[in-house]
């Protein structure tokens, strides 16, 4: 079965600091990843997903992920973050082989931003 | 943009009554998802709905939940009698088949007391 896991469960940060959040997944097979946020009161909204090609992938509001296989991770990363960054991030995996395309997520991380 | 539609968005129970909650998937997806989150926790896979059947459902998918598509608009989660530990909030999702066009509503809290 496949599994992610995020490192950190609350990070603190100040406006214009860099971020990045760990994602590492356990699964044997071909993957395709994605990065979900969830601001305060409000739905899960696709950040970014990797399917393929270029490991380096590029989503909303300034944010990237990188792909790197070998350790099986799907970092987040954003150079500066602002205020309005201030939300619970979620990983999650899909077996890219399946036919149901049911993810799974990681515990989520959140993050605050202080102004 | 298309919006996955869930009511109510909190809905307070009694332990032992039955729930249903209710969403609107995008009119031209396939696929239909329930998904919850206890509080402090992950997201977690309930269950995945296809031409009208259960395609998968996990261990917290037992006996007491159902799921319905009634009228080819609504898909429905229904929990027979409500525990403690039901307390959550659940997020449908549908899709068109592909993830990118995996959409998520935007959750019902559900709480039993």
């Known amino acids: 079965a496949q599994s992610v896991s995020q490192h950190n469960h609350h990070v603190i940060l100040s406006e214009a600091a860099s971020l990045e959040l760990g994602c590492n997944y356990s699964?044997?097979?071909?993957?395709?990843l994605f990065w979900y946020v969830q601001y305060p009161g409000q739905h899960l909204q696709l950040l970014l997903k990797?399917?393929?090609?270029?490991?380096l992938v590029k989503g909303i509001k300034g944010f990237e992920a990188e792909f790197i296989k070998s350790k099986f991770s799907f970092n987040l990363r954003k150079p500066s973050v602002q205020w309005s960054d201030t939300a619970e991030y979620f990983c999650?995996?899909?077996?890219?082989?399946?036919?149901?395309?049911?993810?799974?997520f990681g515990k989520g991380t959140l993050l605050t931003v202080n102004p | 943009e298309p919006e996955v539609t869930q009511t109510p968005s909190h809905q307070v129970t009694q332990m032992g009554q039955e729930v249903i909650l209710r969403c609107v998937p995008i009119s031209n997806h396939l696929y239909f998802y329930w998904y919850r989150q206890i509080l402090g926790q992950k997201v977690e896979f309930l269950v995945s709905f296809y031409n009208n059947e259960i395609s998968e459902k996990s261990e917290i998918f037992d006996d007491q939940f159902s799921v319905e598509r009634p009228d080819g608009s609504n898909f429905t989660l229904k929990i027979r009698s409500t525990k403690l530990e039901d307390s959550a909030m659940y997020f449908c999702?549908?899709?068109?088949?592909?993830?990118?066009?995996?959409?998520f509503g935007s959750g019902t809290r559900l709480t039993v007391v």
């Open positions: 699964y044997g097979g071909t993957v395709n």
């Open positions: 990797y399917f393929s090609g270029d490991p």
């Open positions: 999702a549908s899709s068109t088949g592909q993830p990118s066009g995996y959409t």
């Open positions: 999650a995996v899909r077996n890219s082989g399946g036919s149901n395309y049911k993810l799974t």
